[in-house]
């Protein structure tokens, strides 16, 4: 069977919902000129060969807000399809260790409650995300 290009390119990526003590979540605001510039995310990224999830997010936001965090329990995967992009993503609950978060490759960072990100504009893909985070907080 040879593989067919009519497929959009497949992102698995590994997504943290970073908690502080004062349970707070971490989300950031993509650089404009990227795809879905402007809108908010939980911070992460794609997975490089050999990489366990795990290690993934720990790189991610390493490179991302300079911060170190313990990742957590899984909270969902989620696999939606965008015009031009299929993405997977594997979200885990994660705790802000050490480090002051700094945008080093978005516009913006912020800490806001649960009941604040509705107040923010997230990626489709997002919003299933915010869901099962309310759902959860029952």
């Given amino acids: 069977m040879s593989e067919t290009s ?7 990526i590994g997504v943290a919902v970073i908690w502080n003590d004062q349970k707070q979540i971490l989300i ?25 999830i795990q290690e993934c997010i720990q ?13 957590g329990e899984h909270l969902i ?23 002051v978060p700094q945008p080093l490759e978005s516009d913006e960072i912020r800490w806001v409650t649960l009941e604040e990100l509705e107040q923010f504009t997230f990626p489709k893909a997002n919003t ?4 099962v985070l309310k759902g959860s907080q029952g």
């Fill in 6 to 12: 009519s497929f959009p390119p497949h992102k698995i």
């Fill in 28 to 52: 950031d605001r993509r650089r404009p000129e990227g795809g879905m510039g402007g809108l908010w995310e939980f911070p992460g990224g794609k997975i490089e060969p050999g990489e366990t």
């Fill in 59 to 71: 790189r991610e936001i390493s490179e991302e807000l300079g911060i170190v965090i313990e990742v």
């Fill in 77 to 99: 995967t989620i696999d939606h399809s965008y015009t031009n992009l299929r993405v997977t993503l594997t979200v885990h609950h994660c705790r802000h260790l050490t480090g």
């Fill in 128 to 131: 299933q995300i915010i869901a």
